[in-house]
T-cell receptor, first 115, second 116 residues
Framework: AQSVAQPEDQVNVAEGNPLTVKCTYS??????LFWYVQYPNRGLQFLLK??????LVKGSYGFEAEFNKSQTSFHLKKPSALVSDSALYFC?????????????FGGGTRVLVKP | NAGVTQTPKFQVLKTGQSMTLQCAQD?????MYWYRQDPGMGLRLIYY???????DKGEVPNGYNVSRLNKREFSLRLESAAPSQTSVYFC???????????????FGQGTRLTVV
């Protein structure tokens, strides 16, 4: 079965400092990995995805993520955090060997960027 | 473009009442999903539909039923609501082919349901 873990419930960072949100996954086949962001009282917005190819993926709002197959990780990063990056972040995975088009999410990590 | 539209946005039910959450997408997507979001538990998949005419159980299907009415619409029904079903419900869809695992999903704005 496919699964995702986000080990940190909350990440606190000062504005201008680097931001990292951790994600690890488990699949039977090849992973298709996604990051989403959720602002208060809103739906989820897509940030970026890894399907194949370059392990460093760039996405919206200056975010990037690094796929590491040996560590089964897909950590989200931003070199210089903004107060407006404060939100709830979700990692998600699809398994290439899973039937249907099932998308599984992690528990979410709340990011708080302080001025 | 409207994207994924959910109705209603808010609902309060009494224990034992029934209701249907509606979801429609105008992007010609084949796959549609229902998730519930609870504090500390992320998004858990209730049911999904890989294509019109098919539905499958997710992680937490008990107490729910779904109908894929046509390609656009995917409804979620609570036959007898319980306080444990108090949650925020999200509908999502993803693009055309049932085998398109490399495509992201698009989400509605959510339905906040309280069962008292």
């Amino acid at each position: 079965a496919q699964s995702v873990a986000q080990p940190e419930d909350q990440v606190n960072v000062a504005e201008g400092n680097p931001l990292t949100v951790k994600c690890t996954y488990s699949v039977s086949g090849n992973p298709y990995l996604f990051w989403y962001v959720q602002y208060p009282n809103r739906g989820l917005q897509f940030l970026l995805k890894y399907i194949t190819g370059d392990n460093l993926v760039k996405g919206s709002y200056g975010f990037e993520a690094e796929f590491n197959k040996s560590q089964t990780s897909f950590h989200l990063k931003k070199p210089s955090a903004l107060v407006s990056d404060s939100a709830l972040y979700f990692c998600a995975v699809r398994d290439s060997k899973a039937a249907g088009n099932k998308l599984t999410f992690g528990g979410g990590t709340r990011v708080l960027v302080k001025p | 473009n409207a994207g994924v539209t959910q109705t209603p946005k808010f609902q309060v039910l009494k224990t034992g009442q029934s209701m249907t959450l509606q979801c429609a997408q105008d992007m010609n997507h084949n796959s549609m999903y229902w998730y519930r979001q609870d504090p500390g538990m992320g998004l858990r998949l209730i049911y999904y539909s890989a294509s019109e005419g098919t539905t499958d159980k997710g992680e937490v299907p008990n107490g729910y039923n779904v109908s894929r009415l046509n390609k656009r619409e995917f409804s979620l029904r609570l036959e007898s609501a319980a306080p444990s079903q108090t949650s925020v419900y999200f509908c999502a869809s993803s693009p055309p082919s049932a085998g398109a695992v490399n495509t992201e999903a698009f989400f509605g704005q959510g339905t906040r349901l309280t069962v008292v």
